[in-house]
């Protein structure tokens, strides 16, 4: 089957309705779970999405594969679609009110802090490179590789804000496919 931007498209679709219906159950779960399957998917979600934008902005399938180019690096995949897309603009008006919302109701873990100096922690980009950084293991310089598909708990986890990171993708997913269906009309 060949790839296409929609492809992806849909794969990434599958991938965040898995991670939202589980975190509908995560109250349930422990904190391996969370870190497991929902972390997992949240970035398969994003990497199908970065690539299904990417695809149809022209970078081809070939190099979206190679592991120095991209691979399934999720902060490479965002720089690069910040290259052809303002993503912070796309997901700007629900980060906001997700991000705040948050703060409001975790602001004893913030120690004091201001919205305004806590969010740089609660920005996209950020829940980004703590999920990428999550799973990389950035020890051979020469190809970073996935640590394990499994948490450690002798690992310390930076931490991801699924409270923001999963909305912020909604939106993505939604531009993406307003995108991708305008090109075929």
Request: aromatic share 12%; glycine share 4%; net charge negative.
């Amino acid at each position: 089957m060949k790839e296409t931007p929609s492809s992806f498209l849909a794969y990434g679709d599958a991938y965040l309705s898995a991670a939202n219906i589980l975190v509908l159950r995560k109250n349930d779960l422990n904190e391996v779970f969370e870190i497991g399957p929902i972390f997992q998917l949240s970035g398969q979600t994003f990497e199908l999405i970065a690539k299904s934008l990417l695809l149809h902005k022209g970078v081809s399938e070939s190099d979206l594969r190679k592991p120095k180019l991209f691979g399934h690096d999720l902060w490479k995949l965002r720089e690069e679609l910040q290259n052809h897309y303002d993503v912070a603009s796309i997901v700007e008006s629900t980060h906001l009110m997700h991000a705040e919302a948050f703060f409001r109701d975790n602001r004893n873990e913030f120690h004091g802090l201001t919205l305004e100096q806590a969010s740089d922690t609660l920005r996209f980009d950020w829940q980004l490179l703590a999920l990428n950084e999550n799973y990389f293991s950035f020890l051979d310089e020469s190809r970073p590789t996935y640590r394990t598909r499994y948490p450690d708990g002798s690992l310390a986890y930076k931490p991801v804000r699924l409270e923001i990171l999963l909305p912020c993708l909604d939106c993505l997913r939604d531009f993406a496919y307003s995108q991708i269906a305008n090109s075929t009309q």
